[in-house]
């Protein structure tokens, strides 16, 4: 709830006038409990994870040419009842195990942490930086804690082989996991914002940006056009897919969103490998076809 009665008494504590997005922020929770706001996040994970994936669940579905063209595994296709049964067991999830987390993760993280609610809201700067940071962090633990769920051999037994069903995955099987992976690779989600707190209006695009890359990277395909091609070290769909395609013996492409980890600590070999004699053979049959 913002500690102000109206508008005009808002302005005079910032001493400026409020911005359209902060006149909109102060109406819809001006009168709201601070828990109420930030429940919210379970309706931005919701429609994220619902929404987004649909449009190449489409292409998929309908096998819509060109786009079709560019499935990664093409062999692979998942029918609409396989799909729908992703979903539904991930939005249980949701509900069972993200949602309840809310009223714990409230006083210890938001409260402890000082994530901000209130006026005035972060400048686009602010909120650029702190996503980079947050993306940097998750995905060097993410890469640590994913990379130990596959080398110990019962950690990937009980735990991550729930994720791995999916050898040839689809943007709905991006949080489909065990509980416990859930809760574990929240960590890595959790640790930027609790490094360097910001408003809640960032964390919300942070939980929306990082439900869309890993929607992004196990959607299974590739399209060259694609805007994340201008992120550098963006490790995509591609490196990601390599990694379920490989499966449970897979000690490759552990990382998240990019790719410098795995080539510096030397963990995409195998999948660079690939990538050579893919184009050789590319090479090659051009050659015989001139
Ligand atoms: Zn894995
Ligand atoms: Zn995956």
Redesign the pocket.
């Known amino acids: 709830m913002l500690p102000y009665a109206t508008l005009s008494e808002a302005e005079v504590a910032i001493g400026r006038n409020l911005t359209a997005a902060e006149t909109l922020w102060f109406n819809y929770t001006g009168k709201m409990p601070d828990l109420m706001v930030y429940c919210h996040t379970i309706a931005v994970l919701f429609c994220v994870y619902s929404l987004s994936p649909l449009p190449v669940v489409l292409i998929e579905l309908k096998r819509l040419n060109p786009f079709d063209s560019h499935k990664i595994q093409p062999k692979v296709r998942l029918s609409f009842k396989e799909m729908f049964r992703c979903y539904k067991d991930v939005m249980f999830l949701f509900f069972c195990i993200v949602g309840p987390l809310q009223f714990i993760s409230y006083p210890l993280f938001i409260k402890f942490v000082g994530i901000r609610m209130g006026l005035p809201l972060p400048s686009v700067w602010e909120v650029v930086a702190q996503l980079v940071v947050y993306f940097l962090i998750e995905d060097y633990t993410n890469y640590w804690l994913h990379r130990f769920l596959h080398v110990n051999r019962w950690g990937y037994e009980n735990i991550h082989r729930v994720?791995?069903e999916?050898e040839a995955?689809i943007g709905y099987?991006?949080p489909y996991?065990h509980w416990v992976e859930i809760l574990l690779l929240g960590v890595p989600t959790f640790l930027g914002p609790a490094m360097v707190p910001c408003h809640l209006i960032t964390f919300w695009l942070w939980i929306a940006l990082r439900q869309l890359e890993?929607i992004d990277?196990?959607k299974g395909y590739e399209f060259p056009w694609a805007i994340t091609k201008l992120i550098p070290f963006y490790g995509g769909a591609d490196h990601?897919d390599y990694?379920?395609y490989v499966g449970g013996q897979s000690h490759s492409n552990f990382a998240?969103v990019f790719t410098y980890c795995d080539f510096i600590y030397g963990t995409d070999k195998g999948y660079r490998y690939q990538k050579k004699m893919q184009k050789k053979l590319k090479e090659g049959s051009y050659k015989k076809s001139d």
């Open positions: 994720h791995h999916y995955p099987a991006a996991a890993a990277t196990h990601h990694h379920h998240s």
